[in-house]
């Protein structure tokens, strides 16, 4: 499945960001680190202010692009529907790719109503 490689990234990227973020809050309430399995001793002091924002900013802004991106591909591309009776099924649970209840051939919910626009009209239009 093609859809299966956007989410592998997005949470790639929301723990590097995650990761980004927390160190640099660490930074910001202690700027002096020690390695004890390397015994290296850092001290950030000198750039405390000025590393720790960028790290905030850039672990913030990648959290909430990743997060947004996720919650996209949740909910368009992990849904099917059916052409047949319009169920929609989350992917997750028709793996075989057809319809529980009549068999039919599911297709991805995002951009169905595009290829089949008399549906739409027959499904939103009030008073028929
Ligand atoms: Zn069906």
């Not at 640099?24 to 002091?45: A, K, Q």
């Not at 905030?56 to 909910?75: H, P």
Request: proline letters at 5%.
């Amino acid at each position: 499945m093609q859809y299966s490689t956007m989410p592998v990234k997005s949470w790639h990227v929301l723990l590097g960001s995650l990761a980004v973020l927390s160190l640099g809050v660490e930074i910001l309430i202690d700027p002096t680190w020690f390695d004890s399995t390397r015994g290296v001793y850092f001290d950030y002091s000198k750039w405390q202010y000025l590393l720790s924002c960028v790290m905030i900013v850039v672990g913030l802004a990648g959290t909430i692009a990743s997060l947004v991106s996720m919650n996209r591909k949740n909910r368009w591309d992990e849904m099917m529907i059916c052409p047949e009776c319009q169920q929609t099924i989350i992917t997750y649970t028709a793996q075989d790719g057809r319809c529980p209840q009549c068999g039919g051939e599911l297709e991805p919910l995002d951009g169905f109503y595009e290829r089949h626009p008399e549906l739409l009209d027959e499904d939103t239009e009030p008073g028929h």
